[in-house]
């Protein structure tokens, strides 16, 4: 089983984006700013979902990880830390799913 992890790409990411834009294509993601990192997030999701519901496991693995980058990605490009997920994340474990999704606010 592979040891890398989440916080192992976030590291990755981090070094990519302080490098030039022809080298990397993070850089060249973050270079076209959040609102384009966000569309491509989204375009992630949507074949994340196709895999799952066509039931491939192999492509829903493939997808899953580009969804997972693609995240990390927009993250980086509003300056949020991996950190600042998993602290909300931790939060939300002081109660039920149902409880924490009824205490959110309402637009």
């Keep these: 089983m ?3 992890t989440v916080h192992d790409l976030a ?3 981090d070094a990519r984006a302080a490098t030039g834009g022809e080298a990397s294509y993070t850089r060249k993601l973050l270079d076209k700013g959040a609102e384009h990192c966000a569309k491509k997030l989204g375009e ?3 074949e994340t979902v196709i895999a799952a519901v066509e039931n491939d496991r192999d492509h829903l693995i493939a997808e899953s990880a580009d969804l997972v980058f693609h995240l990390l990605v927009l993250l980086k490009s509003r300056g949020v830390k991996l950190e600042d997920v998993e602290a909300a994340l931790e939060k939300r474990t ?3 799913g149902l409880e924490e999704k009824a205490s ?3 637009d």
């Design 2 to 4: 592979s040891r890398f």
């Design 11 to 13: 590291a990755t990411i």
């Design 44 to 46: 992630e999701a949507v």
């Design 94 to 96: 002081t109660m039920s």
């Design 104 to 106: 959110r606010k309402r």
